[in-house]
Structure formats: structure tokens, C-alpha cells
């Protein structure tokens, strides 16, 4: 029985995306609030408001899973699971290949019925798996930017064990 891989997020990447994100919000807010304090308030103003009070969202967010640093990946014996990827068992995986997502390493789940599964996630997550996916033959797919430094084809070949033993137990 091998045993679980485990990959936490990479906290480094987690606090520049948060940085990056928490600067674009002040770069929309300060020119926002400077004019509020003028009293005047229009439709630009408003939207200069959410913009950066979404991007200051965005950044605290990234803040808090580089402190919580969740499991972002978990391959088992029973399936793959974690922070952004929906539970999958291996009864439900057809293929687990390793691809290329505009540009960046990706894992990615062929499945048996993609209609059952999708419909568990989150709509975001079901936007997000269809438009990625879809050009792979994939229909779960997990970017690993963020992940701790995984070697893709060791991570995709670790996978293909847990499927065929878990083939093979069905067998």
C-alpha cells in the first residue's frame, strides 16, 4: 500500500498574490476615499469603492490560507481531495494525466460521469472545471501554482498508482 501524498500550499506565493492584491486596492482606494472626503459621490466612485474593497478581499483571504497553510492536495487510496479540488474517488476517475493550464503545470481527473461530480461543486468550481478543462478531455483539473514544489510527472505517476490498485481491487 503506498502511502498518502500530501501537499500543503506554498505559503511564499500565497503572501505575494496577497500582496499584490492588497496594492491594487489601496492604488483604488486611496484616490476613492480622497474624493469622498471631498463629499462628492458618482458612479465612478462607487465602482472605485467595491473594485478596491473586493481586491482588499482578495488580499486578506491569501493572507489567511498562507497562515492556515490547508492541505491542497490529498492522493490516497480512496481518491484525491483538498483545498481546490472537490473530493474524487478512484471508482469515479477514469485517466490522471499531467497538463499544461495557459501556461502553468495542472493535474487533472478524466472522469466516469463528470455530470454526478460536477454537480457536487460549487458553481464557481463548475465554471471554472468546464472552461479549463474541456480542450483536454479533462473534467477536474488543479493548477499547481500554488502548491509546495511538485514534480508533475512523479505527482501524476503516484496518481496512476493509487487508480490501478484501485482497479485492480474492483477487478
Known amino acids: 500500500m503506498a502511502a498518502p501524498v500530501i501537499l500543503r500550499l506554498n505559503r511564499g506565493r500565497c503572501i505575494f498574490i496577497g500582496c499584490v492584491h492588497v496594492t491594487l486596492a489601496v492604488i483604488l482606494l486611496l484616490p476613492t476615499v480622497s474624493v469622498l472626503t471631498a463629499g462628492i459621490f458618482d458612479g465612478i466612485v462607487a465602482f472605485g469603492l467595491a473594485a478596491g474593497l473586493f481586491f482588499l478581499a482578495l488580499g486578506l483571504s491569501n493572507f489567511a490560507l498562507a497562515w492556515r497553510r490547508p492541505v491542497a492536495l490529498r492522493l490516497d487510496a480512496k481518491g484525491a481531495s483538498g483545498y481546490y479540488l472537490d473530493p474524487v474517488t478512484w471508482d469515479e476517475v477514469v485517466d490522471v494525466r499531467a497538463v499544461r493550464l495557459n501556461g502553468r503545470d495542472a493535474f487533472g ?57 484501485a482497479s485492480s481491487k474492483r477487478s
Open 109 to 165: 481527473f478524466e472522469l466516469r460521469d463528470p455530470e454526478k461530480v460536477l454537480a457536487r461543486q460549487p458553481l464557481l468550481a463548475r465554471f471554472r472545471s468546464r472552461a479549463l478543462c474541456r480542450s483536454f478531455g479533462l473534467h477536474l483539473a488543479m493548477p499547481l501554482v500554488l502548491l509546495q514544489s511538485a514534480d508533475i510527472t512523479r505527482l501524476a505517476a503516484q496518481a496512476k498508482a493509487f487508480l490501478a490498485a
